[in-house]
């Protein structure tokens, strides 16, 4: 069974850090490419982060601005999002998700709040 779930969320102060996880069961993690979604209530999900399965080729989303960092681990089947000086307009549930060819996997997702 495909299971993707994700953890590593909080409430955090505006200028925090936190590191998101997601942890892939049910299929080779390596051979997808993997991504961090956010949706903020009432706007639409976007991408904020991806990485390639073969050559490890990162993209971002313009609005991190490099303060977000997305790494895998092939060896654990995770992959995570190292987030720093947020912002409260980074307050969203995040998700991951898993893309091969015609497949894709969603995660439940995990709230970020940033916030004083």
């Known amino acids: 069974q495909v299971q993707l779930v994700e953890s590593g969320g909080g409430l955090v102060q505006p200028g925090g850090s936190l590191r998101l996880s997601c942890a892939a069961s049910g299929f080779t993690l390596s051979r997808y490419t993997m991504s961090w979604y956010r949706q903020a209530p009432g706007k639409e999900r976007e991408l904020v982060a991806s990485?390639?399965?073969?050559?490890?080729?990162?993209n971002y989303a313009d609005s991190i601005e490099d303060r977000f960092t997305i790494s895998r681990d092939n060896a654990k089947n995770t992959i995570y999002l190292q987030m720093n000086s947020l912002k409260p307009e980074d307050t969203a549930v995040y998700y991951c998700?898993?893309?091969?060819?015609?497949?894709?996997?969603w995660g439940q997702g995990t709230q970020v709040t940033v916030s004083s």
């Open positions: 990485i390639t399965g073969a050559a490890g080729r990162t």
């Open positions: 998700k898993a893309a091969f060819l015609s497949r894709a996997y």
